[in-house]
């Protein structure tokens, strides 16, 4: 069982690969549009060096929470216009492996955009960290997975409403403020160097599994609402 | 039989909650006076000194403050010679050795239930906002926590019963929890001198307040078998959300301590008024359950009408004029009846619009024959 649902992740996960790889309409769109809300945020606080330290992790944070909202959206609406979830649903298959495909895939998407958006940010904020970065690497690497597991489960609720699009934003906000709040605290520490990061990123690492858990088990119960 | 019982618990709930309102409102006995001289400790009795003896009668019990709370003592009233004096059996500790102390009528129960919650020292008539606000508060936890048994058990059970006590408890949660964001600020602008401070608690119910407002959206957004499923997944993800949120907050920022109460007297319209709000919100959510209940027999197509927000788009801005001024010398009385009206004025128009939905579905109902 656990072997055939790591096959069907590794099979939804390459087609999600494969299908951006071919269209590669969300990726850029989100690029852009990450792109956008930098350089915005650069006109409207200007910041210098100082400032910057501490404005950057609630800005790097809040462009990538609208960015994969654009993101998320995107990448449901593609298997619904498909049929793929009527598929999903009269198949034997497990369909938690649906979910978990779609995280990776949007991890490795948000990841990789942030791998281009960072270097931006030491451009335009003049960044230069006080703490260690392999610290920073950590928080990058649970604050998104935070992001993208939460993300994910609410797009697959939304897009079975009526006013689809407009729902996500409004169902993953709320319940992402405290790991936005760990996020952004975390960052800042690390970036300032005048507080210890620990706790934050240990309250991060609790939301991730605690969440990631909770859309595990009730993924197949939203799949299959009628 | 049940009208029968619906309409008993209306009469009691009514009368408590007037009752609640009496002993929170009224001008309690100001019978707390300070001491100027130095007192020492001694097991014969012993004269203070005082401003004013107004109240106080032999026979009674004296509470003599201190700021060293293990200082602080009660003590029998032996006699009571003239308008500055008061004769006490004996006293455990020194007192006033560094500034004035008070003295406080201690009163009886008996005394307690028919006279008013004494006043608050520091922060004057404010304080008797708490008296709304934290009932207002449990009764919206209590109901919040509902959502998520009657969500749970909705996820296991698929019984319509628990969707529709889900969907009334967020929603009568939600006006319970709009009574206690609003009635907060009005005591923090006397109290803590702004009307918002991102305090955990306050930033907790701020978000759980945004969590169920966004639990309500998807449940207007998605009818039907499969919205009430997806809002019982999101009621467990939104239980889940607030230990996050407490945690992420407190690491943040300042924390100024909780309220205790010492005085038995408030105590008492505390638990008076805990009383009358809990029953208050369990008879609103048995109407708005029955109402529910009466909705779904009929139809789920109704389209509602968007004019409500107009009457928000008028008063709020002029909230905000008012908000803005930079003021000293705040009146706390004029603060909390600010804090009552605003409790009532959101119970009141919920319940109005509970009385116009029923009047409305009533004639439904008549209309399709049930």
Same mark, same amino acid.
């Given at each position: ?34 792109? $956008? +809300? @930098?350089?915005?945020?650069? =006109? /409207? ?7 910057? !330290?501490? #404005?950057?992790?609630? %800005?790097f944070w809040v462009a990538f929470l609208f960015s994969t909202v654009v993101a998320l ?73 935070? $992001? +993208? @597991?939460?993300?994910?489960? =609410? /797009? ?7 006013? !689809?699009? #407009?729902?996500?934003? %409004? ?56 | ?370």
């Open positions: 069982m656990s072997e055939s649902l790591l096959r069907l992740t590794a099979a939804n996960l390459l087609k999600d690969l494969r299908l951006e790889w071919r269209s590669r309409d969300v990726f850029n769109s989100m690029l852009f549009f990450a792109l $956008l +809300v @930098v350089v915005i945020f650069s =006109f /409207a606080f200007e910041p210098t060096a100082d400032e910057s !330290r501490r #404005l950057a992790g609630g %800005l959206n995107q990448s449901w609406a593609r298997e619904l216009r498909n049929g793929v979830l009527d598929a999903y649903r009269v198949s034997p298959s497990a369909s938690e492996a649906l979910l978990l495909g779609k995280c990776l895939s949007n991890f490795i998407f948000v990841g990789l955009l942030e791998c281009l958006m960072i270097p931006l940010f030491v451009l335009f904020y003049n960044l230069n960290s006080a703490g260690s970065l392999w610290k920073l690497a950590v928080v990058l690497f649970l604050g998104t997975w935070a $992001l +993208v @597991v939460n993300g994910t489960f =609410f /797009a697959a609720m939304s897009i079975r409403t009526r006013n !689809r699009e #407009l729902m996500l934003p %409004l169902l993953l906000l709320p319940i992402s403020i405290p790991a936005v709040t760990s996020m952004v605290a975390a960052t800042t520490a690390v970036l300032t160097g005048e507080s210890s990061p620990t706790i934050h990123i240990k309250l991060l690492g609790a939301y991730c599994v605690v969440f990631t858990a909770a859309g595990y088990a009730m993924f197949d119960m939203v799949l299959n609402a009628e | 039989m049940k009208p029968k019982i619906y309409s008993l618990l209306a009469v009691i709930t009514l009368l408590l909650i007037a009752y609640g309102t009496f002993l929170a409102l009224g001008n309690g006995h100001p019978e707390s006076t300070v001491s100027l001289n130095k007192v020492d400790a001694s097991r014969s009795p012993v004269t203070l000194e005082v401003d004013s003896t107004a109240g106080f009668a032999a026979g009674g019990r004296v509470v003599i403050d201190s700021t060293d709370p293990d200082a602080r003592e009660t003590e029998p009233v032996v006699a009571v010679p003239d308008d500055h004096h008061i004769t006490v059996a004996k006293l455990e500790h020194t007192h006033g050795v560094a500034s004035y102390f008070s003295v406080i009528n201690k009163v009886p129960f008996s005394h307690q239930m028919t006279s008013p919650a004494p006043m608050e020292r520091t922060m004057g008539d404010v304080q008797r906002i708490f008296y709304y606000h934290v009932p207002a508060a449990t009764a919206a936890y209590t109901l919040f926590f509902l959502n998520f048994a009657a969500s749970i058990i909705y996820l296991v059970r698929r019984s319509p019963a628990a969707d529709r006590w889900a969907a009334t408890a967020a929603e009568v949660g939600l006006v319970f929890s709009t009574v206690v964001l609003i009635t907060g600020p009005i005591w923090g602008r006397v109290a803590w001198n702004t009307w918002w401070a991102w305090e955990p608690r306050l930033t907790t119910f701020l978000i759980l307040w945004l969590l169920y407002v966004s639990y309500l959206v998807l449940r207007r957004a998605a009818e039907g078998a499969s919205g009430s499923i997806l809002a019982a997944a999101l009621a467990v993800f939104a239980f889940l959300d607030v230990p996050f949120s407490y945690m992420a907050n407190r690491l943040r920022g300042h924390h100024p301590p909780p309220i205790t109460l010492e005085d038995p007297g408030m105590k008492y319209a505390l638990m008076v008024n805990m009383l009358a709000f809990l029953l208050f919100a369990a008879l609103i959510a048995w109407m708005r359950s029955d109402l529910e209940r009466l909705a779904r027999k009929i139809s789920d197509a109704h389209i509602q009408k968007a004019s409500r927000g107009a009457m928000a788009c008028i008063a709020l801005p002029a909230l905000f004029v008012f908000m803005f001024q930079e003021r000293q010398n705040l009146n706390p009385t004029h603060f909390m009846y600010a804090g009552y009206i605003a409790a009532w004025t959101i119970y009141s128009l919920y319940l109005i619009f509970l009385i116009a939905k029923r009047s409305r579905l009533k004639k439904e109902a008549a209309e399709v024959g049930i």
